[in-house]
């Protein structure tokens, strides 16, 4: 929250934000701090799906949806938006953050379909494996 917020005092814990000489750092780091506030919500969100699916044994879905959506997703869009574009340091962010937006959904998409099955499978008295 104090990174949205105030984030001139986050940036004046590590620069001096009245010296001239880092006028352009404390522009673009203000920048790469509201899109870190974004960007650690959606991670913190794929991380908790991605352990509630290794919670039910699974770890080859967490594998395949982190490798899609990093790999396939977030890397080649970081390049686009940070060296194709005039973004800069904000592209690669936005980019990486995509990825971490793609995980998210995709995580939690198939927490919630695993659950269902799994549940179905109970109601049906089919025993389920594991």
Known sequence: ????????????????????????IVVLA???????????????????????????KDARTTFLIGLGCYW????????????????????VWWGLALGLFCSAVALTYAFEWKTARLLRRDAAGVAVPG
Do not use: C, Y
């Not at 929250?1 to 352009?24: C, K, S, T």
């Not at 790469?32 to 699916?53: K, N, V």
């Open 72 to 91: 396939l997703i977030a890397a080649p869009a970081a390049w686009l938006l940070g060296f194709s574009t005039d973004a800069g340091a904000s592209g």
């Open 1 to 24: 929250a104090a990174v949205l917020a105030a984030p001139h005092l986050v940036i004046g814990l590590f620069l001096d934000i009245n010296d001239p000489a880092f006028a352009e």
């Open 30 to 56: 203000t920048k790469l701090l509201a899109i870190a506030a974004l960007f650690e919500f959606f991670d913190g969100t794929q991380t908790i799906a991605m352990g509630a699916i290794r919670g039910l």
